[in-house]
């Protein structure tokens, strides 16, 4: 049986945005647990369960990852490239939700392996409209 309610990573450093993905979590009322971290690396050490995130009962495994493209000390590029190249990782569904217009972000996502791009809107109805939507997609899509 497939658990709907999986652990959900919000890959981002803005703390704006990751005010307006939880306010999106609120208004769409989804009940998966939403976790943030601020940078590549700390996506890392979560999935690794490393340094500040060594416990998997306080840090679960996630069902899908959202990240952003920039942020500081380890971009969502290189962060997607090293989730992919690890074994224990790489069928984790990636959805790289980023303010990014640039077609080469987009064109090196997919070409790495991101399972989704959506440029994060800046108006919120849309951005929670956005959430509720990836939220659909992922529930009804069965996940490894």
């Known amino acids: 049986m497939i658990n709907h309610n999986f652990p959900v990573l919000l890959v981002e450093d803005n703390k704006h945005d990751v005010f307006f993905v939880r306010r999106a979590w609120q208004v769409n009322r989804i009940t998966n647990p939403l976790f943030v971290v601020p940078h590549g690396q700390a996506c890392l050490d979560y999935l690794r369960h490393a340094g500040d995130y060594a416990d998997p009962e ?7 990852i959202m990240m952003d ?46 399972n989704t791009f959506i440029q994060k809107p800046v ?22």
């Open 58 to 64: 306080k840090y679960p495994r996630p069902g899908i």
């Open 69 to 114: 493209i920039r942020m500081p000390i380890m971009d969502g590029i290189e962060c997607l490239q090293q989730i992919r190249a690890d074994p224990t990782l790489k069928l984790i569904p990636v959805i790289m939700l980023t303010t990014s217009k640039e077609d080469a972000d987009r064109l090196r996502s997919y070409q790495i392996g991101c």
């Open 123 to 144: 108006d919120f109805e849309k951005l929670a409209e956005a959430v509720r939507a990836i939220h659909i997609y992922w529930t009804l899509s069965e996940l490894p």
